[in-house]
């Protein structure tokens, strides 16, 4: 046999050893990597949708409550004559009026007449959210 010819025998018989290993690779065969073996069953899910009210004494989801502190500045008194408005009182155009003097930056402890017979009263209020914050209280004069 002549030596180009062996090696011409070899190189084919490489290829096709090549070709045969791709296929048996696509259907499967003991090249591939053994496949992990599936999860465990996620665990029942309890009839109350797993909510517990067991809570350690004290907890807040929400952290500690900013209201409990005092707020920055002696809160303003609210004066003789007025009362705080019922919130079903209040109109869109009190309401608007009240965003536009929290907007304005008038300070804290600021009394603003509205109209004539209703007055903004600029103090401090708070929430858990945002803690202390400006905010207006809206009064309404007490007649007689």
């Keep these: 046999m002549k030596p180009a010819l062996g090696l011409g025998l070899l190189a084919a018989g490489v290829l096709i050893m090549a070709r045969g290993m791709a296929e048996a690779r696509e259907a499967g065969a003991i090249f591939d990597k053994p496949k992990p073996p599936p999860p465990p069953p996620p665990p029942p899910v309890p009839q109350n949708g797993g909510w517990t009210d067991e809570r350690p004494p004290g907890y807040d989801p929400y952290g500690p409550d900013p209201c409990e502190k005092p707020p920055p500045t002696t809160p303003p008194p609210v004066p003789r004559g007025w009362t705080r408005m019922k919130q079903s009182d209040v109109t869109p155009a009190l309401q608007a009026a009240a965003v536009d003097l929290l907007r304005s930056g008038v300070p804290v402890g600021s009394f603003v007449r ?28 007490v007649v007689g």
């Design 114 to 141: 509205i109209e004539s017979d209703k007055a903004a009263l600029v103090e401090w209020h708070c929430d858990k959210a945002r803690g202390w914050h400006r905010g207006v209280s809206l009064l309404v004069e």
